[in-house]
């Protein structure tokens, strides 16, 4: 079986969540705040939109580091020009995201930054906190039809004939003529509570090779 076949459109119930705010008010250095926040959290992946482009990037635990896209791209011309660096300034919202969590970091109308974690519920917290108890996950292919090897086991994607490019935090096995098959990102879609079938929630909870 793979990846992509074991998501079948089947509501859940064996992972309530809850939604919770998450405190900005030291959010100085963008990549010092999500690193912190990916250790507090035990996050794996980030996926970052910025002014300038789009940021990919995964929580190394053991050598306690962030690594992005625009650090994988170092030294490679072309990668950098679609790999911008992590900068408080130009960032519009971060997600930092692994199985059992999403922390979504966003500037609102004002200009301001907010941040929420949706997480898996445990024992500690009361029955009546929990906000969805039925979901169900959709796997998203990513965009690319080629692709080549970065550092940091990240792999750069390009889409033929629109000329996207992005890098992803993974190393994906290279075909004949740089072909490519990109990976899955999973989302997590909740349900409410009152019966009626619609989405009220979503998040990002994997990041998976296709095949």
């Known amino acids: 079986m793979t990846p992509a076949s074991k998501y079948r459109r089947e509501v859940k119930s064996d992972a309530p969540a809850v939604a919770v705010p998450v405190d900005t008010d030291d ?122 090897h970065l550092h940091e086991h990240f792999t750069m994607l390009w889409e033929g004939a629109h000329g996207l490019r992005h890098a992803v935090p993974c190393k994906l096995p290279l075909a004949k003529d740089n072909k490519a098959t990109p990976p899955l990102l999973i989302v997590r879609h909740y349900l409410p509570p009152d019966g009626y079938a619609r989405v009220v929630a979503s998040r990002l909870c994997g990041l998976e090779p296709c095949d």
């Open 27 to 148: 959010l100085i250095d963008a990549r010092v705040w999500l690193k912190e926040r990916a250790e507090a959290y035990t996050l794996i992946w980030l996926l970052a939109h910025a002014d300038d482009g789009v940021i990919w990037g995964k929580w190394c635990k053991d050598s306690q580091i962030l690594l992005t896209s625009g650090d994988a791209a170092s030294g490679d011309n072309e990668a950098r020009e679609v790999c911008p660096p992590l900068r408080l300034d130009t960032l519009q919202q971060a997600r930092l995201f692994a199985p059992h969590a999403e922390l979504l970091l966003w500037r609102d109308g004002d200009n301001a930054w907010r941040a929420n974690l949706i997480q898996d519920a445990t024992s500690s917290v009361p029955q009546k906190a929990y906000e969805w108890t039925e979901y169900f996950d959709e796997p998203q292919m990513l965009w690319g039809t080629h692709s080549r």
